[in-house]
């Protein structure tokens, strides 16, 4: 085994084992602060993956959603949509690779994926093996994050792997005061 000294602690690594680390990016700066810090404490891994969630039309756009109706937008329409919704995440991760400048890992692989985001990650983790999952949080309190779900809640409870999550004092000191 090897260990690994940081100023927050040490983490430990087992020989011959590959470290693939997700870097989640939204776009917003929140997000963007979370990779900074990821990269600066976990060091590079084996594999490093930049990864956003595209919004996605939904397909009952294209479809119908009763299956007695036709859809409301034109197959040309929809592709259209997707075009752009792919263009959006592809402008998010060259953002992020741009605010990371010369920290960013050089072996670093930008993933666009759709879905469901917190489900999407974590599928997404379970298909390449990821070891660990870097995500910010908004820190929404208790009944705000059960009204609206939060996406680094979702991806803790249910990552098939590590999850470190960086989120925004401020936020958390302001809930604690409410």
């Known amino acids: 085994m090897t260990r690994w000294p940081h100023s927050t602690g040490v983490f430990w690594h087992t020989r011959g084992m590959t470290r693939t680390i997700i870097f989640c990016v939204d776009g917003s700066e929140l997000s963007s602060d979370a ?8 060091q590079p891994g084996d594999r490093n993956i ?26 040309e329409t929809f592709k259209e949509m997707q075009d752009a919704a792919q263009s959006a995440a592809n402008e998010v991760l ?23 985001a917190g489900a999407a990650i974590c599928a997404y983790a379970d298909e390449i093996n ?13 009944l705000k994050r059960a ?6 809640d979702h991806v803790v409870r249910h990552a098939p792997c ?14 604690e005061a409410h």
Not at 53 to 73: E, K, R
Not at 147 to 152: A, E, F, I, T
């Open 130 to 142: 990821a070891t660990t999952i870097v995500i910010g949080s908004r820190g929404l309190g208790g």
């Open 94 to 116: 060259q953002t992020a690779v741009t605010d990371l400048g010369s920290d960013a890992p050089a072996n670093l692989e930008l993933v666009a994926i759709t879905g469901n």
């Open 50 to 75: 930049l990864l956003t969630v595209a919004d996605s039309p939904d397909q009952a756009l294209l479809l119908g959603a009763s299956g007695f109706a036709g859809g409301t937008v034109t197959p």
């Open 147 to 152: 009204v609206l779900g939060s996406v680094s």
């Open 35 to 42: 990779v900074r810090k990821g990269v600066t404490l976990l």
């Open 162 to 175: 590590a999850v470190l999550i960086f989120g925004d004092i401020a936020d958390v000191h302001d809930h």
